[in-house]
């Protein structure tokens, strides 16, 4: 199964995480099959969440599931570009 969750980056007490489609079966930092955002927690509020809502809505539409805080991100993502 395809799912939409984060891939670590950044060092110790500067977390940096982008947002990936990949294998549920694959390591956490392993390769992916397409980035389609960031989400910088350290970062002002409106800088933090950067996802291409297109490209997610594709693999959502295909079937791709997105992990618990992968799906409240991209939520506030969709909210405030209204």
């Keep these: ?3 939409i969750r984060l891939k670590k ?3 110790q007490k500067r977390p940096y995480y982008r947002v990936v489609v990949m294998d549920e079966r694959s390591p956490r930092d392993g390769r992916a099959i397409e980035e389609i955002g960031t989400y910088m927690p350290i970062e002002a509020a409106e800088k933090q969440i ?3 809502v297109e490209r ?3 693999w959502l ?3 791709a599931q997105p ?3 992968v799906g409240k991100l991209l939520n506030k ?3 405030s570009a209204k």
């Design 1 to 3: 199964m395809v799912k």
């Design 9 to 11: 980056f950044g060092t």
């Design 50 to 52: 950067k996802i291409d």
């Design 56 to 58: 997610a809505k594709y």
């Design 61 to 63: 539409g295909v079937g």
């Design 67 to 69: 992990t618990d805080i």
């Design 77 to 79: 993502q969709i909210r």
